[in-house]
């Protein structure tokens, strides 16, 4: 085990290199990149700034936004965002001070990518965490349940309720608990915006608690609302399969009872499947599914700094938040496949290659 754990471990690097290297050429070729903007703006085409960061979204190409500019202004703007060097040494540089941690400085919010991370990764995790669990916490009983009563009315209704929250959008149904719920046209039980109010520090222990989690039903709500059907119906599915194996039929023949036939020996053998599940499932809540989530609530993390820095060319931020959520999902990766051997020892990682 140990051995396959280190395989594996060493195998992030060479992801992680290869990864950032096509992410940075690509990125690279795009037109509109921060010196344009820069150059935009002493022009003033249409820049706008975005909220909360002060960036501004590129707006012209930098043929057109250059005219009438000293020459030794737009090398100096080169200078400063570190466009004088050659895409070669660029990208030499990066992977350097990324193989000692160091991510760089937002070029337009004016601070270390790190801190930026830092400050925004309650908000995500708040969200991630809380969805994940509620999510499984759900899902999972609720589809043994549905395999157990295979067919019946329960079965039926509860798998239309499943398909329709499916088939609903996060962000619409997001729309749809602030209009119920936050004041909207009916009731102002929860707040629409941040994760805590704007007296939080004012409060005990026990109110602060209150207040975070208060903040959290509408979105962490209108997060779980889509990530559950496809757990639900792949757990019911998963025991459908197993309850049918000749090892239930023998175990029911020698008089166990049927909790610990479905928990005991059931239970385990469907949950690898489950399992395999949870990597992609945490990576879509946290990153895929939180941007839009965080927009609706104006909650600031992760997933709209992001794509705020994806939209204003915010390159340290870009490639900083890709490292993290690189790194980030192949290690849930590697936990999901350690996860195996505690619901089934005879896997065994040993005698596999990475």
């Given amino acids: 085990m140990l051995r396959y754990l280190s395989r594996r471990l060493l195998l992030i690097i060479p992801t992680l290199l290869c990864i950032l290297v096509v992410n940075f050429l690509i990125v690279q070729a795009a037109p509109g990149g921060p010196v344009e ?56 540089l990066m992977l350097k001070n990324y193989a000692q941690l160091d991510l760089g400085s937002s070029f337009f919010r004016g601070a270390k990518v790190t801190d930026l991370i830092v400050q925004k990764l309650p908000v995500s995790l708040s969200l991630g965490l809380w969805a994940t669990l509620i999510t499984y916490l759900i899902s999972i009983p609720l589809g043994i349940r549905k395999a157990i009563r295979n067919g019946s009315a329960f079965d039926v209704w509860s798998s239309t309720a499943i398909i329709i929250g499916y088939a609903l959008p996060a962000f619409l149904f997001a729309i749809l608990l602030i209009v119920v719920f936050a004041g909207g046209s009916y009731v102002n039980w929860f707040p629409v915006q941040g994760l805590v109010s704007d007296d939080f520090a004012t409060l005990s222990t026990l109110g602060k608690v209150g207040d975070y989690l208060w903040h959290l039903v509408l979105p962490v709500t209108a997060l779980v609302i889509g990530g559950f059907a496809t757990l639900t119906i792949l757990t019911k599915n998963s025991f459908l399969n197993e309850i ?93 496949d350690l996860c195996y051997t505690l619901l089934d020892p005879r896997i065994d990682f040993s005698a596999r290659t990475a």
């Fill in 244 to 336: 049918s194996r000749q090892y239930v039929i023998t175990a029911r023949a020698k008089g166990l009872t049927e909790r610990r036939v479905l928990y005991g020996h059931v239970f385990r053998n469907a949950m690898l499947l489950v399992v395999a599940g949870v990597p992609s499932a945490l990576i879509e809540v946290f990153f895929a599914g939180s941007l839009l989530i965080e927009t609706v609530f104006n909650l600031d993390g992760l997933g709209r700094m992001s794509y705020e820095a994806a939209v204003s060319r915010d390159y340290p931020v870009v490639f900083g938040a890709l490292f993290l959520f690189t790194l980030f999902g192949l290690l849930i990766k590697l936990i999901g």
């Fill in 37 to 92: 903007q820069a150059i935009a703006r002493l022009q003033g085409f249409g820049g706008h700034s975005m909220g909360g960061g002060g960036e501004v979204a590129a707006t012209g190409g930098a043929g057109r936004s250059s005219r009438g500019l000293d020459p030794a202004l737009i090398e100096e703007i080169k200078h400063h965002y570190g466009f004088d060097k050659p895409l070669h040494e660029r990208l030499w």
